[in-house]
Nanobody
Framework: QVQLVESGGGLVQAGGSLRLSCAAS????????MGWFRQAPGKEREFVAA????????NYADSVKGRFTISRDNAKNTLYLQMNSLRPEDMAVYYC??????????????WGQGTQVTVSS
């Protein structure tokens, strides 16, 4: 059974940067597209970014384009999300998920437990 474990969240001032990581167990990580989602209190889970199995194709939500970069290292079974120019509205629990390049959460079948990102203004 594949497990995903996020790390790298924390408290940062507006305008700052964080890099999230998602470590995957098992040997199938490199076979799947992967994505990042986030959920703020009282809001629905929303798509942030996704990347193809090879890393050659990526997809971003409009709200993070130009500020966030998704990447992966298949040799390390790890997915990353580099977040720059953070804003208070980026504050949420961030989840990595396996399975798709789409923006629909239902297209992803394995989810991590999430990591909290807090942005102070």
């Amino acid at each position: 059974q594949v497990q995903l474990v996020e790390s790298g969240g924390g408290l940062v001032q507006a305008g700052g940067s964080l890099r999230l990581s998602c470590a995957a167990s098992g040997r199938t990580f490199r076979s799947y597209s992967m994505g990042w989602f986030r959920q703020a209190p009282g809001k629905e889970r929303e798509f942030v970014a996704a990347i193809s199995w090879s890393g050659s194709i990526s997809n971003y939500a409009d709200s993070v384009k130009g500020r966030f970069t998704i990447s992966r290292d298949n040799a390390k079974n790890t997915l990353y999300l580099q977040m720059n120019s953070l804003r208070p509205e980026d504050m949420a629990v961030y989840y990595c998920a396996r399975g798709s390049l789409t923006e629909r959460a239902r297209d992803y079948d394995v989810w991590g437990q999430g990591t909290q990102v807090t942005v102070s203004s």
